[in-house]
Structure formats: structure tokens, C-alpha cells
């Protein structure tokens, strides 16, 4: 898991994050905004969103290639606010998704993804 943290709130940074991924033309899947549920069941959750985005030209080719990686994607990146009121965002390592999945000669994808997301995450942290 790669983790950063981030200089504003949790929905700044996933504003930020749905702007910039929208701007490359990255599908936007959902945003989840894991703190509706616990408030309906009385429950507190300091707020966690979830943002969930993709690009088909990659990810099909990826599918094609070991069906199971549909589990993983397209990628998410979670957003949470910790009880000292720091932020932090967090993704799943491109090359843990890939060896997890056992899919071969992806290196040129896994540098591709791993930079973009590193990329989008830094843009939206800042």
C-alpha cells in the first residue's frame, strides 16, 4: 500500500483527486463516501471516502490478461481523516496488484499506473 498524507480535508483532497483523474480522461467509477452508513445506523465514522476511477484502454487489456485482476480494479484510492485530524490518502501498489494476480510481462502497464497514481496523488495531497 502506498500512503501519503495529505495538507487538506478528506473531501478537498478527493475533490481535487476526481478533478485531476477527470481532467486526464480517466473514467470516474463512484465515490463512496463511507461515512452515510454508520450515520444512518447512529454510528460515528470520522469521514473516509472512497474514489474509484479507471482508464479502459489499460484496465481491459489487464482483464484480458488474468481475469481475476477485475477484483482490484479499476483502481481506488481511499481518503480518511484520522482522530488527530490528519489526512492521509492510500492506494494499492501497482506492482503488488499485478504479482498478486500473477500478471507477466506488464511492466510498461505497471510503470504507466504507478506513475500516474503517484502523479495524481501528489497533485491532490498538495
Do not use: C
Not at 483532497?13 to 486526464?24: E, G
Not at 503488488?96 to 500473477?102: F, K, P, Q, S
Request: proline fraction near 5%; charged fraction near 25%.
Amino acid at each position: 500500500m502506498v500512503k501519503k498524507l495529505s495538507r487538506h480535508s478528506v473531501t478537498v483532497t478527493i475533490d481535487k483527486l476526481t478533478k485531476i483523474v477527470t481532467d486526464k480522461g480517466f473514467t470516474l467509477v463512484a465515490r463512496v463516501d463511507h461515512g452515510v452508513a454508520p450515520d444512518k445506523s447512529g454510528l460515528d465514522l470520522l469521514p473516509t471516502e472512497l474514489l474509484i476511477f479507471g482508464n479502459p484502454k489499460v484496465g481491459t487489456k489487464l482483464i484480458q490478461s488474468q481475469r481475476s485482476i477485475g477484483l482490484d480494479l479499476p483502481l481506488k484510492v481511499l481518503a480518511w481523516e484520522e482522530k488527530d485530524g490528519s489526512v492521509w490518502v492510500a492506494y494499492t501498489d501497482p506492482t503488488y496488484l499485478l504479482a498478486r494476480h500473477g500478471v507477466a510481462d506488464a511492466e510498461p502497464i505497471r510503470k504507466k499506473v504507478a506513475g500516474a497514481l503517484a502523479g495524481f496523488t501528489q497533485a491532490a495531497t498538495n
